[in-house]
């Protein structure tokens, strides 16, 4: 095999490669972004904003106001970011996101959403992004995010627990959106918009799938307090006791669980006639 | 030799306070005094008054029971003289840059038979503002800001909720998603110089430095309506706004 | 003897050329932008070439796993059907063909010339259908027309069931597919006669009648497992030995391939892979005949071939490279064009050879992507041990942009510019070097 000087040349061509790859590394990863102006931007703001247009710009939109050329085949649509109103939160409601918090959504999108899960992303190039959504409002300039949602450790689920759960899903009017069973169809379903005028509707509990900001019993807590800004799910925390949302949780865990099961008689059923 | 220059430094003094003086004319740099110029006048509505919208609100029971006669939406309220209730009324321009302290005295809102006690609230920018639960049920209270954070909270029966709003913002649409016929508007200006008409449609502006300034009418269904108005000091001035409704109406 | 020989080689290039103009890249599909809503650049590095979130979304079984895959999400108008075609201009250059020195006359001696040739071309259209079929179930189909005769051939055509046991680590499909090889040629990014192919998966040494070339899409059933985030990833495949022609193989055989790689995560610098791969395979070298002629279906005489190689992927930012190192050889019998009931030539052997090829991009944007390529073929082991040792050692370069003048979700473009050139050693009539060269320039276009 007479491959000595070709495999040198290989190797150089490596070596060289790689040096001026690295000197050239604006864009880290795989999936390289937009060079640009840079506009005031910082560094990583800057790389940000050039992986924004390779992969959020058709829906978020490239001034960041969710009006992307895709954005009217989307619901629900797009996030505002100009608005800097964030579902997905561990910061009380009204207050901006943490970092970590859109991390999270970035990297487990949303479910039953348009919005995907970047997970294929670098963490770093989630960083990027991040800080150049950020960009998009005032706010994240002006105001610091709110203090996290403390999350005590979750009491054991039991009947008892449950109950009570039903009894706070029936006081607190959660009814009135989601159902009196849960699937959404409440008295009030029909009327609800997203703080942008869209039409929205409450999730249907019985559904068994993911929830959107994830589908640990601990994010399903974290969402009651928090509530879900942007759109008519209100926070819990003033309302209620760290034990009650527990006792919530659980009655929603059995809603789910519950609906599981039924549908499995129904399958079935269906097989029988 | 001493006294000639403390004289000298008295007279500048002194010249210094006439320029001052005299450019109090421009409110721009005028501290907010104590003068008794005021605005005041009456907002009507020429037309026929659109029939109020019967609320349905037997989705919950508790709010239901609370009106045997049944509810009325608060859309348009006039009296029989044309008086509209509920128009914002403030200053939107001549006022400058000048900054006022938030009144101490919280600004409130009540839910009271499942709707808004008063309809609509105006308050100044970082006052606090007291929502009060004053129902048997379980409310949301939920602002839809776009110059303010947007925020939304459960409050059931009697839970006290105390929150502000850091920016100037004419109106900021408040929603309880709960019972959907629920709806409110805060006005939140970074001045003093506001007022809501009342049953009357009646409104009064008290207390303004002397100025020129662009009066503002705002409803929220029927818009805007925008007035110069001069006023010197220790002036009152009457001033009338008038929305036409829709034809047909 | 030699000039038969030769003219074989020739024939096998004429037919490589071919082969690698039919086998034209495929995958690309605006359908699949118009259906989420990404720009082409979400899921492509430089397109057709993928990213790591394009490669999650096809590992993954054409979907992004938010619940929206399933055909019932989709507006009942929207129909997954795309297609892509370029209008081109082209140069092909060859040196050192034997010509007869007056044309027509083949008594009039030979003498060595270069034959050059342009005009403006058409490439095949690509009509490319996919998408889920339901959550977890996808599917692509991909009809083909040619484009020199107008035939439709089924490009590709396959079922898979994704997620199996909810797992990432089990998807199994059933069709006619691409191979999950380390570069895909499907995705190739150069076009060219010369350059729209790897050397590494279609370079058979001067006389090997070996049936295969791994860069083209086979028949077969294949599962596919990977890691949730996709940094580890393995493919298993048991394919018809047809070299991915329809109807039942001559020989009654299947081939197989493995493909395990892994990636990892450099910080600054992006998604770096390493993997390794085999293909074996048999195929027959004679047939059984009635009245002379061969029976289908009846190959009898099987032998074995077999590639086997490793490769690193590395990004460095803008740039990325790839290095694949391949190692194949065929049975003597393969090599030699000789049936196995007969007896080799005089020093027949099973040749050996080994390639290297090197890629490496540098995308300025999304929009404009710099091509450079170097592959290199050495035989190490000729068929005859009488042949020369470098005789058909290939060199190919290849160099080439592509700029996309826009980036939407609903159609892709991009103006094409590429120059390549082979130079086979020893390999002309005269046992001099020669040089295939094309320049290549065109519109590439899918909707």
């Known amino acids: 095999m007479k491959t000595g000087p070709n495999t040198l040349f290989l190797f150089t061509v490596m070596i060289a490669t790689l040096t001026s790859g690295r000197a050239a590394a604006q864009n880290a990863g795989s999936g390289s972004g937009y060079p640009g102006p840079k506009d005031g931007l910082t560094d990583q703001e800057h790389r940000g904003q050039g992986l924004y247009r390779r992969y959020c710009v058709g829906c978020h939109g490239a001034r960041g106001d969710g009006n992307g050329e895709n954005a009217p085949y989307l ?21 901006l996101p943490l970092d970590s918090d859109l991390y999270d959504t970035i ?65 607190m009017n959660c009814w009135s959106c989601h159902g009196k069973d849960g699937r959404g169809h409440g008295p009030s379903a029909m009327t609800l918009t997203d703080s942008k005028g869209y039409p929205i509707t409450p999730f249907d509990l019985t559904s068994g799938t993911r929830f959107k900001c994830g589908a640990s019993d601990r994010e399903l807590f974290r969402d009651l307090m928090t509530g879900l800004d942007g759109t008519p799910m209100p926070s819990f925390a003033d309302a209620l006791k760290p034990d009650q949302i527990w006792d919530l949780v659980h009655y929603i865990q059995t809603i789910r669980e519950g609906s599981k099961s039924a549908s499995v008689e129904n399958r079935t059923e269906r097989k029988g006639n | ?178 019972h959907p016929w629920m ?67 | 003897m030699r000039i038969g020989r030769m003219g074989r080689i020739a024939a096998h290039a004429l037919l490589l050329g071919m082969v690698a103009m039919a086998s034209r890249p495929a995958h690309a599909i605006p359908a699949f932008a118009r259906k989420y809503g990404l720009p082409c650049s979400a899921c492509h590095e430089a397109w057709p070439k993928l990213n790591n979130f394009g490669q999650t979304f096809k590992d993954g079984g054409y979907q992004l796993n938010n ?10 108008s929207y129909w997954p059907i795309a297609m892509r075609i370029t209008p081109n201009w082209h140069l092909e250059g060859n040196s050192r063909v034997t010509t007869d020195a007056v044309p027509g006359d083949p008594e009039s001696g030979q003498v060595q010339s270069t034959i050059n040739t342009h005009g403006f071309d058409l490439s095949g259209i690509d009509i490319l259908t996919g998408g889920t079929l339901a959550k977890n179930i996808s599917f692509l189909l991909v009809p083909s027309i040619e484009a020199d005769t107008g035939t439709v051939s089924f490009e590709s055509a396959w079922v898979r069931l994704d997620n199996l046991l909810q797992s990432p680590w089990l998807n199994f499909k059933f069709g006619k597919f691409e191979l999950d090889v380390p570069i895909s040629e499907k995705r190739i990014l150069t076009l060219s006669t010369n350059g729209g192919f790897y050397q590494l998966y279609h370079f058979l040494p001067p006389g090997d009648v070996t049936p295969t070339s791994m860069g083209d899409n086979q028949l077969g059933i294949e599962l596919l497992g990977h890691s949730p985030d996709d940094h580890t990833r393995y493919a298993l495949s048991l394919l018809s030995s047809t070299d991915g022609e329809l109807g039942l193989p001559g ?32 195929a027959p070298t004679f047939f059984l005949t ?52 007969q007896t080799l030539p005089n020093g027949a052997q099973s040749p050996v050879w080994n390639t290297g090829t090197i890629e490496a991009h540098y995308t300025y944007s999304p929009q404009l992507v710099f091509i450079g390529r170097y ?60 040089r295939s060269t094309s320049v290549f320039m065109g519109f590439d276009f899918a909707f």
Not at chain 3, 67 to 76: C, F, G, L
Not at chain 3, 320 to 330: E, K, L, M, V
């Open chain 2, 183 to 249: 709806r409110s508007y805060i006005a939140v200006f970074k001045h003093p110089y506001f007022a809501v008409t009342g049953k009357d449609g009646s409104f009064d502006l008290k207390d303004l430095p002397p100025g020129t300034y662009t009066l503002e009418a705002w409803h929220e269904k029927l818009g805007t309506a925008i007035q110069k108005v001069t006023i010197g000091p220790s002036e009152t001035k009457t001033v009338q706004f008038v929305f036409k409704g829709r034809p047909g109406a």
């Open chain 3, 251 to 282: 020989g009654r055989s299947y081939d197989g391939y493995i493909h395990v790689s892994h990636a990892f995560d450099l910080p600054s610098l992006g998604l770096q892979r390493v993997g390794a791969y085999g293909y074996v395979g048999q």
């Open chain 3, 375 to 434: 592959e290199l073929v050495r035989i190490s082991r000729q068929a005859l041990a009488t042949t020369p040792g470098d005789f058909g050692n290939l060199d190919a370069v290849t160099v080439g942009y592509r700029y996309y003048p826009f980036m939407h979700s609903r159609a892709g473009l991009a103006w094409h510019q590429e120059v390549s050139s082979v130079r086979s050693k020893l390999t002309s009539d005269t046992g001099q070097d020669q």
């Open chain 1, 107 to 171: 990297s487990r999108g949303i479910h039953a959403s348009g919005m995907p899960s970047w997970n294929p992303l670098t963490p770093e190039q989630r960083h990027e992004l991040i800080a150049y959504i950020k960009t998009f409002s005032p706010r994240f300039r002006e105001e610091q995010p709110g203090a996290p949602l403390p999350i005590p450790p979750e009491p054991p689920t039991s009947a008892e627990s449950a109950k009570r759960g039903a009894e706070l899903f029936q006081s």
């Open chain 3, 67 to 76: 619940d929206r895959d399933a055909p019932i999400y989709q507006n009942p």
């Open chain 2, 1 to 178: 030799m001493k006294k000639r220059y403390q004289a000298i430094a008295t007279l500048l003094a002194l010249c210094l306070v006439g320029l001052q003086a005299a450019r109090a004319g421009s409110p721009a740099n005028d501290a907010p005094t104590a003068t008794s110029a005021r605005v005041t006048g009456v907002v009507k509505f020429e037309g026929i008054v659109p029939k109020a919208i019967h609320i349905n609100m037997a989705a919950d029971p508790s709010c239901a029971r609370q009106h045997p006669n049944g509810a009325a939406s608060e859309d348009i309220v006039a009296d029989s003289s044309g008086g509209l209730e509920n128009v914002f009324v403030f200053i939107s321009d001549g006022l400058g840059d000048r900054a006022f302290d938030p009144p101490q005295k919280p600004a409130v809102i009540e839910q009271k038979g499942c709707m808004y006690e008063p309809h609509v609230v105006a308050m100044q920018a970082h006052q606090k503002l007291d929502v009060v639960n004053a129902d048997s049920t379980t409310h949301n209270i939920h602002p839809l800001p776009n110059n303010n954070r947007e925020w939304n909270k459960s409050q059931p029966p009697g839970l006290p909720i105390e929150e502000t709003f850091p920016r100037e913002e004419v109106a900021i649409p408040v929603k309880c998603n709960v």
């Open chain 1, 75 to 95: 619901d629900p649509k797009p996030r505002d970011f100009t608005q800097a109103t964030f579902k997905c939160r561990s910061t009380p409601t009204g207050s």
């Open chain 3, 290 to 341: 009635t009245g002379g002629v061969p029976i289908p279906g009846s190959g009898r005489g099987n032998r074995s071939f077999y590639r086997a190689g490793a490769y690193v992927n590395f990004y460095a930012g803008s740039f990325d490279f790839t290095g694949i190192y391949q190692h194949a050889s065929d049975n003597a019998f393969l090599a030699n064009a000789q049936a196995a009931d």
